[in-house]
T-cell receptor, first 114, second 112 residues
């Protein structure tokens, strides 16, 4: 089944403790991206990647890192999480690098930073 | 910077009534996509519009892309309880196709 898999679904952590949210897709998509969803703000793009070893900042990259060592995986890293990073995170992938194809979203990761 | 505004933020309708959500961008878009997110779920792609003035229909849903490619709308005729969810528009800039800008979403509640 074609899908984008995120783990974990829920995560509670403390300020400053490094964490990684994993994202994997089995559709051979070149394009992958991360979003955070906050009430009233919609989805805001954190980082995106057009292919292996090619990443770029979205609208809200501060406090986040990503890597794209393999085509299928695009982990989101929070080196030193802070409470303002409490949010619902979605990973998404798409089949084209021009951004004109539908985004396929994972099920989301709800992160709480205390 | 680029902004995509979406109104209204919330809409409560009686089943059978129509519903419309509007999306406006501060700059010209290369395309616009619409997504639906059910409560507790993830956004699911509905449709993409690319051409200026384009209109597309999916059963009771009608999507329009403005002539200037800066605005779009989604209209649902005769809403049903299965239409409940949050509807998002998302556009990519003509200057950078890889950056998607989502509207803040319209949360639709349908009373049976």
């Amino acid at each position: 089944e074609a899908q984008v898999t995120q783990n974990p679904r829920y995560l509670i952590t403390v300020t400053g403790k490094k964490l990684t949210v994993t994202c994997s897709q089995n559709m051979n998509h070149e394009y992958m991206s991360w979003y955070r969803q906050d009430p009233g703000l919609g989805l805001r793009q954190i980082y995106y990647s057009m292919n292996v070893e090619v990443t770029d900042k979205g609208d809200v990259p501060e406090g986040y890192k990503v890597s794209r060592k393999e085509k299928r995986n695009f982990p989101l890293i929070l080196e030193s999480p802070s409470p303002n990073q409490t949010s619902l995170y979605f990973c998404a992938s798409s089949s084209m690098t021009t951004g004109t194809s539908p985004l396929h979203f994972g099920n989301g990761t709800r992160l709480t930073v205390t | 910077g680029q902004q995509v505004m979406q109104i209204p933020q919330y809409q409560h309708v009686q089943e059978g009534e129509d519903f419309t959500t509007y999306c406006n961008s501060s700059t010209t878009l290369s395309n616009i996509q619409w997504y639906k997110q059910r409560p507790g779920g993830h956004p699911v792609f509905l449709i993409q519009l690319v051409k200026s003035g384009e209109v597309k229909k999916q059963k009771r849903l009608t999507f329009q892309f403005g002539e200037a490619k800066k605005n779009s709308s989604l209209h649902i005729t005769a809403t049903q309880t299965t239409d409940v969810g949050t509807y998002f528009c998302a556009g990519s800039s003509i200057y950078n196709f890889n950056k998607f800008y989502f509207g803040s979403g319209t949360k639709l509640n349908v009373k049976p």
